[in-house]
């Protein structure tokens, strides 16, 4: 089986940006990622709307980080330290070599290649590192951005689930994309 260790936190650096920790210095940029309606559009999560609310998403995310269950990074520009996305890998499976990866930007900043420079860096992470096997991402299937993205990035739409998650009294469907490591264990 798979052994995760994300200690020491593993900074990544790509041309344009730094994947630092994400720590409580960021709680506005987390606030207006995860309070605005308009990012959250495909992310079946309630909204957050307090600073304190934003400290204990920062707290689930070290959590996840300290008992190696998950790694989000913060998405920085090299010159400012400023989050302005987050960009990770969640559920992970040791057993079965398998993670899913997730991101979000600030609608500032979207349009501009910044998830492809990312992702690039954290399934290198995922594959180079962690050794995982593959990485699937769950995305609403009226995403066309973030499908755009996974298929720029080598993912390939598995599945199609019809009413898959109940959330805020209706079922939505999720679709399922995926990449396997092109390299054998």
Do not use: C
Request: glycine share 4%; no cysteine; aromatic share 10%.
């Amino acid at each position: 089986m798979l052994t995760i260790n994300f200690s020491p936190f593993p900074n990544l650096e790509t041309d344009r940006l730094l994947l630092r920790r994400v720590d409580f210095n960021d709680i506005k940029e987390i606030l207006a990622l995860r309070s605005n309606p308009e990012t959250m559009k495909y992310i079946p999560r309630p909204l957050l709307k307090t600073d304190e609310d934003a400290l204990e998403h920062i707290a689930m995310i070290d959590f996840k980080i300290e008992n190696n269950e998950g790694i989000n990074w913060a998405i920085t520009l090299k010159n400012n330290p400023k989050l302005i996305g987050i960009i990770g890998h969640y559920r992970i499976k040791p057993e079965h070599y398998r993670a899913e990866i997730g991101y979000m930007l600030l609608p500032e900043y979207q349009g501009k290649g910044i998830i492809s420079e990312a992702m690039k860096e954290v399934l290198n992470y995922g594959f180079n590192i962690m050794k995982l096997h593959s990485l699937e991402a769950v995305i609403d299937p009226e995403n066309h951005a973030s499908a755009k993205v996974l298929e720029k990035n080598g993912f390939v739409k598995e599945a199609h689930f019809k009413e898959y998650e109940f959330f805020e009294g209706r079922f939505l469907d999720s679709v399922i994309y995926s990449l396997l490591n092109k390299v054998r264990l």
